[in-house]
């Protein structure tokens, strides 16, 4: 090394006055600063090979069997026993799928994306809620009713996989290994039953562009989601892995399976085969075609395979749904009056009484919720201001409070 080089740095060539620490090698001299700038790198580099050659860790015994997860929804979600194998067998599945390696024979585990049909109130964002707990994987829940085609006033397809990426901590590794549960599937339905030849701007465009997200491929997506812009850095996801789960209350459907059930008994067994049917529930016979009846678009259909249906809230699930549950809605309001060391003790026949209203109202689950909040709606604005430390809902009391909102008119 030469004697005009011997004092200055053999990378920014900076000179020994000029840095705080200069350090001399046998053919070079490196300082401070970049050796400061060279052990980032070199950390960044073995992190980012690590992460990438890490892969699934989780190993197939510490898997939760199907039977295991239905177990833990039980405890949270009354009834729903079907849906509830499917989304368990779906979970299990989707695992086996992260840790499976392509052998000689080159069988390569396929997905199978889900589709829940069920009337509003029936559970199905809460079943994806719920299982999400249960998950070692990214779990994102979005609203079909706020995508739009690109171009037009909402949100692009592609802020599907922004909510994902902001689940998985923004590592495109993790969230390529992730679920999605999208809500409210049948408000993208096309208006009619034929192709359009004008743009649907929140129904069968929507729709097109799910394809490329469902079938697996790589779809860029804007780092902070919002519109897309060409000067805009975007990240690569791979959605070969991520399982899609969709759920919709799909309001009417009902009369295309009555529909197709009357025009499938023909002959002198028409009588003896409908019969059989439950016309009370007929989401139970619900199939593909029907999807495509009520609008979904036959491309969407085929990816998304596994289909399943929530059954109605009969007057049982709904008292169940009320006290049993480990977050039953009773639970809750236990527990709020509990903080301000207020005892809550509430008559049977009150519970009777909010299970009769939320089936007058025909509002599901969600209107035990909503009746019960407007029973206890006094109660929590003054008790917490007062020394009582006890509140008894009885009948009367809770038929006092339902008339003061208007909820009961007096005949």
């Given at each position: 090394m030469s004697k005009a080089n011997a004092d200055k740095c053999s990378f920014c060539e900076k000179s020994s006055r000029e840095v705080d620490l200069l350090i001399s090698g046998a053919n070079g001299n490196i300082c401070?600063?970049?050796?400061?700038?060279?052990?980032?790198?070199?950390?960044?580099?073995?992190?980012?090979?690590?992460?990438?050659?890490?892969?699934?860790r989780l190993k197939k015994e510490d898997l939760a069997k199907p039977a295991e997860i239905k177990t833990f929804l039980d405890q949270y979600v009354i009834g729903q026993d079907d849906a509830k194998r499917y989304l368990s067998v779906a979970v299990y599945n989707h695992y086996k799928r992260l840790m499976q390696k392509v052998l000689l024979d080159d069988v390569e585990i396929e997905k199978s994306?889900?589709?829940?049909?069920g009337a509003t109130g029936t559970g199905k964002t809460l079943l994806a809620r719920t299982i999400a707990k249960k998950l070692h994987v990214p779990f994102a829940i979005v609203d079909a009713t706020v995508l739009t085609e690109a171009g037009y006033v909402g949100e692009d397809i592609e802020s599907i996989l922004t909510r994902l990426l902001q689940v998985a901590d923004y590592k495109v590794e993790e969230a390529e290994r992730g679920i999605v549960f999208i809500d409210e599937i049948d408000k993208i339905a096309r208006k009619g039953d034929n192709p359009s030849i004008t743009r649907d701007v929140s129904g069968e465009g929507v729709q097109q562009g799910l394809l490329k997200l469902l079938e697996g491929s790589v779809v860029n997506v804007p780092p902070q989601g919002g519109r897309k812009h060409p000067d805009q850095k975007m990240i690569a996801i791979n959605t070969k892995n991520i399982l899609f789960i969709c759920g919709g209350a799909f309001d009417g459907i009902e009369k295309k399976i009555a529909q197709r059930l009357n025009t499938a008994v023909v002959g002198y067994t028409a009588s003896r085969n409908t019969a059989t049917i439950d016309r009370n529930n007929l989401l139970q016979y619900i199939a593909p075609q029907d999807l495509k009846s009520f609008g979904l678009i036959p491309e969407i259909i085929g990816r998304l395979p596994v289909l399943t249906y929530l059954n109605p809230l009969d007057r049982t699930a709904l008292r169940r749904i009320l006290t049993e549950p480990k977050n039953s809605i009773i639970r809750q309001y236990v527990k709020l009056f509990d903080m301000d060391n207020i005892s809550l003790q509430i008559d049977e026949?009150?519970?009777?009484?909010?299970?009769?209203?939320?089936?007058?109202?025909?509002?599901?689950?969600?209107g035990l919720r909503s009746i019960t909040e407007t029973i206890m709606m006094d109660a929590m604005f003054d008790l917490p201001s007062t020394n009582e430390n006890e509140l008894h809902v009885t009948h009367n009391y809770a038929r006092m409070k339902l008339e003061k909102a208007s909820l009961i008119v007096e005949s």
């Amino acid at each position: 090394m030469s004697k005009a080089n011997a004092d200055k740095c053999s990378f920014c060539e900076k000179s020994s006055r000029e840095v705080d620490l200069l350090i001399s090698g046998a053919n070079g001299n490196i300082c401070d600063e970049c050796a400061r700038m060279a052990n980032d790198i070199v950390i960044r580099s073995l992190t980012q090979k690590k992460t990438k050659n890490a892969g699934f860790r989780l190993k197939k015994e510490d898997l939760a069997k199907p039977a295991e997860i239905k177990t833990f929804l039980d405890q949270y979600v009354i009834g729903q026993d079907d849906a509830k194998r499917y989304l368990s067998v779906a979970v299990y599945n989707h695992y086996k799928r992260l840790m499976q390696k392509v052998l000689l024979d080159d069988v390569e585990i396929e997905k199978s994306n889900i589709i829940m049909v069920g009337a509003t109130g029936t559970g199905k964002t809460l079943l994806a809620r719920t299982i999400a707990k249960k998950l070692h994987v990214p779990f994102a829940i979005v609203d079909a009713t706020v995508l739009t085609e690109a171009g037009y006033v909402g949100e692009d397809i592609e802020s599907i996989l922004t909510r994902l990426l902001q689940v998985a901590d923004y590592k495109v590794e993790e969230a390529e290994r992730g679920i999605v549960f999208i809500d409210e599937i049948d408000k993208i339905a096309r208006k009619g039953d034929n192709p359009s030849i004008t743009r649907d701007v929140s129904g069968e465009g929507v729709q097109q562009g799910l394809l490329k997200l469902l079938e697996g491929s790589v779809v860029n997506v804007p780092p902070q989601g919002g519109r897309k812009h060409p000067d805009q850095k975007m990240i690569a996801i791979n959605t070969k892995n991520i399982l899609f789960i969709c759920g919709g209350a799909f309001d009417g459907i009902e009369k295309k399976i009555a529909q197709r059930l009357n025009t499938a008994v023909v002959g002198y067994t028409a009588s003896r085969n409908t019969a059989t049917i439950d016309r009370n529930n007929l989401l139970q016979y619900i199939a593909p075609q029907d999807l495509k009846s009520f609008g979904l678009i036959p491309e969407i259909i085929g990816r998304l395979p596994v289909l399943t249906y929530l059954n109605p809230l009969d007057r049982t699930a709904l008292r169940r749904i009320l006290t049993e549950p480990k977050n039953s809605i009773i639970r809750q309001y236990v527990k709020l009056f509990d903080m301000d060391n207020i005892s809550l003790q509430i008559d049977e026949d009150v519970y009777e009484f909010i299970v009769d209203k939320a089936i007058e109202f025909k509002l599901g689950a969600r209107g035990l919720r909503s009746i019960t909040e407007t029973i206890m709606m006094d109660a929590m604005f003054d008790l917490p201001s007062t020394n009582e430390n006890e509140l008894h809902v009885t009948h009367n009391y809770a038929r006092m409070k339902l008339e003061k909102a208007s909820l009961i008119v007096e005949s």
